[in-house]
């Protein structure tokens, strides 16, 4: 049988198909033409390197599939490796497959770098053509698969002729890079004359997203695992993206039940539904059913491919082709043991097609996977003859993992198992030997986080003084302790009125929280964001209050539930809608804003540019229609400033009128720019020059309207707003609010615009009277007294060497890693605190070090959203209140911990007694310049969840606005995604010092977490 030749195949479909686009990445089109012109120059450089093993990396795009393609045409092996892989795991792998190159496809048209392989193999020389893929990795060394291009071209030709594959055809580029199934995405379509198209970034991870982009993509062909494609259609179809271009739909790596299949066909009616199934190890796959109307159940796999021959020998299913790959590269004892010669005596039942040399010199595959023959010869697989299991379609070995955590130096034995939960998805569960004292969970995670997967780091670790052993020394699985499961896993059935009431609000705060009443507020990842929002919902709901310190107290509904039970009702009643004069005064947190950061001089700090994305096709009279709805429900944003009097002091602030412009007489424009002139390729590069010229641009407060928007208009109907408002008539959330009125209005649903009770003016009057109270103020005047009690000195970051703009800000971002994060959520489980006080103590450790103070004031914002009636009100709301640390280097990290969330807590219990009236009480004077009695702050910012693959990537920013503050750190939370956002003058630190401030952070919350002191 002659064999393929996959180059061959991908230049005869570049000629045929001239024509043809082959690549789609970011809205830019590649022909086949320009891909092989490419292609070919970098195969050029790989030959004149005289390398025979070459590694690839690189985010997924057109040039990392053009190099893809380069090491083909090149003749060597090609190594892929995923960027988003633990680096010691990336080095080991490069290492193991003797790469003598790497190659790195720049994002967007930033090209290819290349430069040496690290710790480079002398057995990279001995490499023959073909590709390097890792099954486990899970032990010290990663396993490694050696794969042959003949194989690929074999089941790239029997995809295409078999489903008529061909231009037209558009490929969703979705599988990630470590799994030889990514070859399918590229070489099918590569050697059919179809499209490969690549998501946008942020596409696989987003609830919603892929189906949507499946089907505005007009996506014909896609591979994908069966627990990708429920979790992609767990939520209602959107109709405005209806569209059934997907004919082709394969499923493989797991099991695949009915349900997948019917589910995912409700989504995509016109698809036809394939299951595949093979092992790495036989390339890609080797069996095949059409399964588009299912069988109850699991799926069959069905029967071979041309070319194989299949046995089942004592149940477990073998495999040989001349299709295989060469097998283990460096495991001598796993090839003798899965690449084995011809089944001794008789098979269960033998099938398939026998290659000419199947005979007594065959090779054949044993697979693991344990099978049988349905009534019409298909093949049903029913489960592993080892503890291999899948997680998500990735393989994953427990006892490879199990190797792994053997070598940390504490633990003297480990097993590891899996264990399905009642939702049907399976987790890892550690079981390991270490004394008491060495080897926490929260080390033992971190260490496996460097080195593993994210997939193959267990979810659950329990230390054991000794593990269970049978009479002839194994470890005894039977007798292992069974997983801790909590109570709240069930939920309980019998709750009167006001319990099940506060467990509802409690749910409806945090959603992953089971319908429990003794569900736990920190277990379930509780920050002080989530407690203010809980108190003021509690309130609405009940009509009593819990101040967040007692939620913290508290813990659970049912706790929270008794508290309230004999509470008296709230004493301050609601807030009365009152007539509206045109003209009023500030409200007290305008006030702040005014005296804090404008005491005189309007500056490019007040600025809040944002990027909205609209709903696609929408235009410039929509926009212009939609926010006239949203500023007439929110009078702050038709209101302007003016000065009530000329101060008898030229340095003095001036006092301030607000003027309300009434609903619907407010002129105000929405601006147009056009991105489809420009390449995709360059038009995220223009709509930052846009943003960082709004914001450097101040807004005059002397008349309404306190904003500017802009339309921006991409190729695709995308749209997006530029939107840029005055920070005295606005706040964050109010930015949050503001987008979902937007989208509502312009999604055509109206209807879910919530009720506004009041207005801002009823806010302001409702503040005043509250101010004639002086018993109402004295306690929190008395607590800043204590707090300030003695005397503070502002500290201050000393001058950069002459910088120009010095004002300007700058930023870093960068990623709390997946270990950390595990050992925070452990800690807080453990010690009973937010995540936010965890880092906040890292942050404080920091800025101590820093400013090289023992006595620091760190600011942080609190919402100021207390009352229900405005919590969807926009306007400025928000206020400061300082949080006083001295040092003490003999105090624990958790002592620190504690105590900060005890004194933010009661800080916010104060926040009504505002910033500018702590100043005027310890005689901190304004600044036009810098900010007045402290200069760093710390803010948890809680973003959309769809924004967590954002959060992953370090990026260094100009922001375009002038800064007060010396440095501020913005936690950013999406799901379990965190980042750190740190904010400084360019005149006062630069890029390189925010990168070393970022290593000083992550080291004080590592080190913290081991319990050093602080």
């Known amino acids: 049988m002659p064999t393929p030749n996959l180059a061959t195949l991908v230049e005869t479909a570049a000629r045929t198909h001239s024509g043809a686009i082959a690549m789609e990445d970011a809205g830019r089109t590649r022909g086949y033409g320009e891909l092989l012109s490419d292609a070919r120059a970098i195969a050029a450089d790989i030959v004149a390197a005289r390398v025979r093993s070459v590694a690839v990396t690189g985010e997924r795009s057109a040039a990392l599939i053009t190099t893809v393609v380069a090491t083909v045409l090149a003749d060597v092996r090609l190594v892929l490796i995923d960027p988003a892989l633990p680096e010691a795991r990336r080095t080991a792998m490069v290492k193991e497959s003797g790469a003598e190159l790497v190659l790195t496809a720049e994002p967007g048209d930033g090209g290819i770098s290349a430069g040496p392989a690290p710790g480079a193999s002398p057995a990279g020389a001995e490499a ?210 899965r690449f084995v010669g011809p089944p001794a005596g008789t098979a269960d039942a033998v099938f398939g097609e026998e290659p000419a040399d199947a005979g007594a010199g065959a090779v054949w595959y044993r697979t693991g996977d344990l099978g049988r023959l349905g009534e019409h010869g298909e093949l049903n697989l029913l489960g592993r003859s080892d503890f291999q299991v899948k997680i998500d379609g990735n393989r994953v070995e427990p006892e490879g993992i199990a190797a792994a955590l053997r070598e940390h130096p504490a633990v003297r034995n480990a097993v590891v198992v899996a264990h399905r939960r ?80 506060v467990t509802d609000v409690f749910r409806s705060v945090l959603p992953d929280a089971p319908d429990r009443s003794d569900a736990d507020f920190f277990r379930h990842g509780g920050s002080s964001l989530d407690a203010a929002d809980l108190s003021v919902r509690l309130l609405a709901a009940t009509g009593r209050r819990l101040e967040m310190s007692e939620i913290y107290q508290l813990r659970t509904p049912r706790a929270m539930a008794e508290a309230l039970r004999d509470r008296p009702l709230d004493s301050q009643g609601g807030i009365p809608r009152g007539t509206h004069p045109d003209r009023t005064g500030l409200s007290p947190q305008q006030r702040r804003y005014r005296s804090v950061y404008l005491p005189r001089v309007n500056r490019s700090w007040s600025n809040m540019p944002a990027l909205f994305a609209l709903p696609d096709g929408t235009g410039a009279a929509a926009v212009e229609q939609a926010l006239r709805t949203v500023i007439d429900r929110h009078e702050s944003l038709r209101a302007g400033f003016t000065p009530a009097d000329a101060a008898a002091d030229a ?207 760190i600011g942080t914002p609190a919402a100021g959203r207390t009352r229900p009636e405005f919590q969807h009100l926009i306007g400025n709301f928000i206020s400061l209140v300082g949080i006083r640390n001295r040092r003490d280097g003999t105090v624990g990290f958790p002592a620190l911990v504690r105590a900060l969330q005890k004194v933010t807590v009661r800080a916010m219990e104060h926040q009504d007694y505002q910033y500018d009236e702590v100043m005027a009480d310890i005689g901190a004077a304004p600044d036009d310049d810098r900010f007045p009695l402290t200069t760093v702050f710390i803010s948890l910012v809680e973003v959309p969840a769809g924004q967590a693959p954002g959060l992953r990537t370090p990026s260094h920013r100009d922001l375009g606005c002038e800064v007060k503050f010396d440095l501020m750190g913005y936690l950013r939370r999406a799901g379990d995604m965190v980042a750190l956002d740190l904010h400084t003058r360019q005149g006062l630190l630069s890029a390189d010092q925010l990168e070393a401030l970022a290593g000083t952070f992550l080291n004080h919350l590592r080190t913290g977490l081991k319990g050093g002191l602080t």
């Not at 041309?306 to 796993?334: C, F, K, M, Q």
């Not at 000794?466 to 997983?483: I, Q």
């Open 128 to 337: 023959r053509p073909g590709y390097i893929f890792f099954t486990s990795g899970t032990t010290s060394t990663p396993k490694a698969v050696d794969g042959r291009w003949a194989g690929i071209a074999h089941f790239t030709t029997w995809q295409r002729d078999t489903f008529g594959i061909g231009p037209g055809d558009r490929f969703a580029q979705l599988t990630g890079l470590s799994f030889d199934v990514v070859l399918r995405d590229l070489f099918t379509p590569l050697v059919s004359g179809a499209t490969i198209c690549v998501p946008p970034r942020d596409v696989t991870t987003a609830v919603g997203g892929v189906p949507r982009w499946l089907e505005t993509a007009g996506i014909t062909v896609v591979h994908t695992v069966p627990s990708l494609a429920a979790r992609w259609t767990a939520v209602p179809r959107d109709d405005r993206a209806a569209g059934d271009a997907l004919r082709l739909t394969f499923f493989a790596g797991e099991p695949l039940p009915a349900a997948a299949v019917t589910g995912w066909r409700e989504r995509f009616g016109a698809t036809q539904v394939v299951n595949l199934y093979g092992p790495t190890e036989t390339t890609l796959a080797k069996f095949w059913q059409d399964v588009t109307e299912p069988v109850p159940g699991v799926q069959p796999v069905g029967r071979p491919l041309p070319g194989t021959h299949a046995a089942l020998v004592d149940g477990e299913v073998w495999i040989s082709t001349p299709y295989s790959t060469r097998g283990y590269l460096n495991a001598p004892g796993e090839q003798a043991d």
């Open 422 to 501: 009642s939702d049907g998805a399976v987790r890892l569960v550690c079981h390991y030997a270490a004394d008491a004292g060495d080897g926490d969970e929260a080390e033992l995670r971190r260490w496996a986080g460097e080195r593993l997967p994210a997939a193959h780091v267990p979810s659950t670790l329990y230390r054991l003084d000794e593990l269970p052993l049978t009479a002839n020394g194994k470890v005894d699985r039977t007798s292992l302790p069974e997983p801790r499961t909590p109570a709240t896993d069930v939920p309980d059935e019998s709750r009167e009125g006001l319990t099940q009431s």
């Open 651 to 857: 340095e003095a602030p001036l006092t301030l009128h607000q003027d309300f412009t009434p609903a619907g007489a407010l002129i105000f424009t929405v601006a147009t720019v056009d991105l489809r002139t420009l390449p995709e390729s360059e038009q995220s590069a223009r709509m930052e020059e846009l943003r960082i010229a709004e914001a450097n641009t101040p807004i005059e407060i002397g008349r309404a309207p306190l904003f500017r928007a802009t339309l921006l208009l991409h190729h695709g109907d995308r749209a997006t707003l530029l939107w840029n408002v005055h920070h005295m008539v606005s706040d964050g959330y109010s930015q949050r609010l503001l987008h979902q009125e937007l989208t509502h209005l312009l999604d055509g649903v109206p209807e879910r615009l919530p009720e506004l009770p009041i207005g801002y003016r009823d806010y302001i009057a409702w503040r005043e009277r509250l101010a004639t109270d002086s018993g109402a103020c004295e306690p929190h005047r008395r607590y800043w007294q204590e707090v300030f009690a003695e005397p503070y000195e502002r500290p201050l970051l000393p001058a950069r060497a002459e910088t120009e703009d010095a004002a300007r800000g700058i930023a870093h971002q960068f990623p709390v890693p997946d270990d950390l994060r595990a050992e925070v959520a452990a800690f807080c489980r453990e010690h009973g605190t937010t995540a936010f006080s965890v880092y906040f103590a890292a942050y404080t450790l920091m800025a101590h070090d820093l400013y090289e103070r023992d006595d620091l004031v």
